[in-house]
């Protein structure tokens, strides 16, 4: 195995308790207008006026824009937008779950280089380096704080749309887990959820011929040495936080180690990519209106079967990762026994078993299969080969909840 890796970082990435106060020195380093992207919720709270405050007594003006909605309709980065600019902004800062930093992103992408966010659509869309940018999340998931895309949603499309570019990865991302002890339980799951998808998925990539030129060739490389490290670390945070801070989110060893390990699933799939989980997510969750992490969860247990003939060996680590009890097992088994920990951990924290549950109709299973396939930075990461033939065979499986057919499927196979 070649030992190629690459890693895509902010320039500066703080994580600990507390270190939200080490936001105005980076700010006042950077520029002296800052927009700050928000919502509405966390702009009334107590922590964030401290924040805002630090930044003033730094020389630093702000403009808060707290209009910020969850799925990141276009209309609302065209409002931060037309903010910023009326406001002079130098500096962009961004402040809570994926759909503000998400925001804060294609803002200062706007602020920078003008135009229409549906000019930057794809990969290796951004010209040049956007406007210095601050993220901080206020939630365990989605890792945007760390990673080269924004994802939006375009009413001309008919699933989300993404902006992948290293040049979106902002300058400096702190990471304070005391700034999502007030997450929901709800929402803790579902975040979480999400962000051992992104861990599960880069670890189990297609791994790509490491030519001279991959890396301007593809956003997202494929499995590779550095994306493996933190994908192993996010998994074993997550695996041993996500129940306990669903049941107790005073738990502040477990609130510090699910952010931490959606920050590291960040740093994996940042440079390694997802894959067919996230692919049929974008039509399911356009569809059903249902949140990203948990359509992505539901989907996670059965790409891993659906995968298994081509990264058994790396199913047997992710359950080592999550602490799974594999001693004395064939890899058929080890893999066997991760997917089941996968499936269980989500079930005990309220992810439905399968997309029918999330509202999907048989019906529309012909056409979240299209849709799918149209992720093509997503199906061309997958290990297994993906064609209409084989997920139709994916989702129907997701749909009927029959994971045992994709398991007995699997073993088919592998014999002959």
Request: hydrophobic share 45%.
């Amino acid at each position: 195995m070649s030992l190629f890796g690459t890693l895509r970082t902010p320039r500066n990435l703080v994580f600990g308790a507390g270190q939200r106060a080490a936001l105005a020195a980076y700010a006042a380093s950077l520029g002296q207008k800052a927009l700050v992207v928000t919502d509405a919720r966390l702009s009334g709270e107590g922590d964030f006026r401290v924040l805002m405050d630090a930044l003033g007594k730094a020389g630093v003006e702000a403009k808060v824009f707290d209009e910020t909605i969850a799925e990141l309709p276009l209309e609302c980065i065209a409002s931060a937008f037309d903010a910023g600019r009326a406001f002079g902004a130098d500096l962009v800062i961004g402040i809570g779950g994926g759909s503000c930093l998400d925001a804060a992103k294609v803002a200062s992408l706007l602020l920078a280089h003008g135009g229409r966010a549906s000019d930057y659509y794809g990969e290796f869309k951004v010209p040049g380096p956007v406007l210095p940018l601050i993220l901080l999340p206020t939630t365990s998931g989605t890792g945007s704080e760390v990673t080269p895309v924004a994802v939006i949603t375009d009413p001309d499309r008919a699933v989300k749309v993404g902006i992948a570019s290293p040049h979106l990865i902002c300058h400096t991302a702190i990471c304070d887990p005391e700034l999502t002890y007030s997450c929901p339980p709800g929402l803790t799951a579902v975040s979480g959820a999400d962000a051992l998808t992104h861990a599960i998925e880069a670890f189990t990539t297609t791994r790509r011929r490491p030519t001279a030129g991959i890396v301007h060739e593809h956003v997202f490389l494929g499995k590779n040495a550095l994306s493996d490290h933190y994908a192993l670390m996010a998994i074993s945070h997550i695996a041993a936080s996500l129940k306990r801070a669903c049941d107790n989110g005073n738990d502040t060893e477990a609130r510090e180690r699910l952010m931490l390990g959606a920050t590291t699933a960040g740093l994996a799939f940042g440079t390694a990519g997802t894959a067919a989980a996230h692919a049929v997510q974008y039509p399911v969750g356009a569809m059903t209106h249902t949140a990203h992490g948990a359509g992505v969860a539901v989907m996670m247990p059965y790409v891993m079967e659906f995968n298994r003939d081509h990264c058994e060996t790396e199913l047997g680590q992710i359950g080592e990762a999550m602490g799974v009890d594999l001693g004395g097992r064939s890899p058929q088994q080890r893999a066997d026994a991760t997917i089941d920990a996968v499936a269980d951990l989500f079930a005990s924290i309220g992810i439905p078993k399968t997309i029918a549950d999330l509202g999907v109709a048989e019906s529309q299973l012909p056409q979240v299969v299209e849709q799918a396939l149209g992720s093509v930075r997503l199906v061309k990461n997958n290990p297994r080969p993906l064609d209409q033939a084989s997920m139709a065979i994916l989702v129907e499986a997701a749909f009927r909840g029959d994971r045992g057919r994709l398991r007995a499927s699997a073993l088919t196979r592998k014999a002959s």
